[in-house]
Nanobody, 118 residues
């Protein structure tokens, strides 16, 4: 059973940075390497939205609202995906979820709260 565990969320001031991590357990290295990994977020009273995705081979993709500020990366040797968030804004406040898309199923993490506040 694949489990995704996010970490790295917290409280940060506007303009600050955070680095989120998502570790996939229960997945073989091959399964993780061939999967598309993504970060999504959900703010209060809003729908969950895509933040960034990193497929196994093709280019990364970002929501327009985070382009130039966020960077998604992956370490296949550690079954981990990261989201480096710089120049954070109030509107980045949300619960951030990690998603693993495989050829058989999708998996979600439990989420980590990111709060941008002065």
């Amino acid at each position: 059973q694949v489990q995704l565990v996010e970490s790295g969320g917290g409280l940060v001031q506007p303009g600050g940075s955070l680095r989120l991590s998502c570790a996939a357990s229960g997945a073989s290295g091959t399964l993780f390497r061939l999967s598309t990994m993504g970060w999504y977020r959900q703010a209060p009273a809003k729908q969950r939205e895509l933040v960034a995705v990193i497929p196994s081979r093709s280019n990364t993709n970002y929501a327009d609202s985070v382009k130039g500020r966020f960077t998604i990366s992956r370490n296949n040797a550690k079954n981990t995906v990261y989201l480096q968030m710089n120049s954070l804004k109030f509107e980045d406040t949300a619960v951030y979820y990690c998603k693993m898309t495989t050829f058989v199923d999708d998996y979600w993490g439990q989420g980590t709260q990111v709060t941008v506040s002065s």
